[in-house]
């Protein structure tokens, strides 16, 4: 199944080689015992090129520390899906693109809770044939479609998404990945289905961290996969705001999203020309 991922599918494999890293760890931040399996073999070769990147032999870093940022993202999300799962209004969360994430089986959810899972068919039949006899912990419903397929809002509908009652969207790992004007079209889509006070919580990285020249070994990396990165923004707010969201953005590093593991330091937001990764985090208004 793995050789029918394209190149921005495989991407999944990588960050489920950082969870299944993460999780061997002492100090780890979350446990996921589904993310070896999901890794399989290439989702360590494709991390081990991302460590020979970040981490060059007898040099010294420059680029940001992809396993303390995924550390730090995967459990900022955990808590914040958490969080708005303990809300008595919230029956429904999308995971868009749900990539080879395993928290609907590694983490306990409330019985009212209806857990949708959006991804490309490859996707999600790769996940299924590695995930195996495992169990989900909720009322789990997968939805086999692309995000600019005309049409995936009437089948995340048919999977019992209702777009009359609040829900919580999660977009990890997807916008730096896609052009701005499919960012702009995704987020007017999701707001168009999300009732006020739908909760929707993103990763996202700033203009300069596409275009600064000490980034380019990272960038070299995905562009060398066939996957680029393609969009970043300075104001994540005003472009969750445009589409009635008002929305928080929380850097690695700051508070609530550090867990003691950030390694550099976190410049103010008017200091220019420094490369920086958002946690947006908000709420339909």
């Known amino acids: ?24 760890r002492p100090d780890r931040l979350y446990e996921d015992p589904h993310a070896a399996a999901l890794a399989g073999d ?19 870093r420059t680029l940001p520390s992809t396993p303390d940022y995924n550390a730090i993202r995967t459990r900022f999300f955990d808590d914040y899906l958490q969080e708005a799962a303990q809300d008595p209004q919230t029956t429904q969360i999308v995971l868009a693109p749900a990539g080879m994430d395993s928290r609907a089986y590694r983490l306990d959810w409330p019985q009212r809770l209806r857990w949708f899972e959006v991804d490309r068919p490859a996707v999600l039949a790769h996940k299924d044939e590695r995930l195996g006899a495992a169990t989900p912990r909720t009322d789990h419903r997968k939805v086999a479609v692309d995000l600019t397929e005309p049409d995936w809002e009437d089948r995340l509908q048919a999977a019992g998404y209702d777009p009359e009652v609040p829900s919580t969207w999660l977009l990890e790992g997807l916008l730096y990945y896609i052009p701005e004007a499919d960012t702009h079209r995704i987020l007017r889509r999701i707001a168009a289905i999300s009732a ?10 700033n203009s300069a961290a596409l275009t600064l020249p000490h980034m380019r070994g990272l960038l070299d990396v995905f562009e060398g996969w066939g996957c680029p990165w393609l969009f970043g923004t300075d104001e994540p707010e005003a472009l969750f705001d445009a589409y009635g969201y008002q929305v928080r953005a929380t850097q690695p590093g700051e508070e609530g999203a550090d867990y003691g593991r950030w390694p550099d330091p976190v410049p103010p937001r008017e200091v220019r020309d420094v490369r920086r990764v958002f946690f947006v985090h908000g709420r339909r208004i």
């Open 196 to 205: 006020p006070g739908s909760r929707i919580a993103a990763d996202i990285v």
């Open 42 to 60: 290439i989702g360590p070769e494709l991390l081990a090129e991302v460590r020979t990147a970040t981490f060059p032999p007898g040099g010294t």
């Open 1 to 24: 199944m793995t050789t029918s991922l394209d190149a921005v599918e495989r991407t999944a494999l990588l960050t489920a080689a950082l969870r299944a890293a993460e999780t061997q």
